[in-house]
């Protein structure tokens, strides 16, 4: 019932800038963590950026400054801002969030996974 989807990825030139969005769909109570992970090629996932629900937010040191993660919670979206880009930011990116819903007939707690949406850094 609970699905993230993630968009926003393409091709950019070092220098330029994307901006990806994750909505969640389903019957969405309450966001409690919501960011973005990203894998390059034979490398570990690592965390980018997270936005808590009491406002909170958490970047890695490699994107400091760069990209600016935030929230729409009527939306159940989350952005994640990316200026400044590097061909290193070249990765899938992963949209993640823990999540209050409502589902069989009870409120439910979880942890969801988008698909992954790829960024592309070269000239």
């Known amino acids: 019932q609970v699905q993230l989807v993630e968009s926003g990825g393409g091709l950019v030139q070092p220098g330029g800038s994307l901006r990806l969005s994750c ?7 309450r966001i409690n963590v919501m960011g973005w992970y990203r894998q390059a090629p034979g490398k570990q996932r690592e965390l980018v950026a997270t936005s808590t629900s009491g406002g909170s937010t958490n970047y ?4 400091k400054g760069r990209f600016t993660v935030s929230r729409d919670n009527a939306k159940s979206t989350v952005y994640l801002q990316m200026n400044s880009l590097k061909p290193e930011d070249t990765a899938v ?7 209050t819903f409502f589902g069989s007939a009870r409120f439910q707690t979880n942890n969801y996974w988008g698909q992954g949406t790829q960024v592309t850094v070269s000239s």
């Open 60 to 63: 890695a040191d490699s994107v």
């Open 93 to 99: 990116y992963y949209c993640n969030a823990d999540l």
């Open 23 to 29: 909505a969640a769909s389903g019957t969405i109570v």
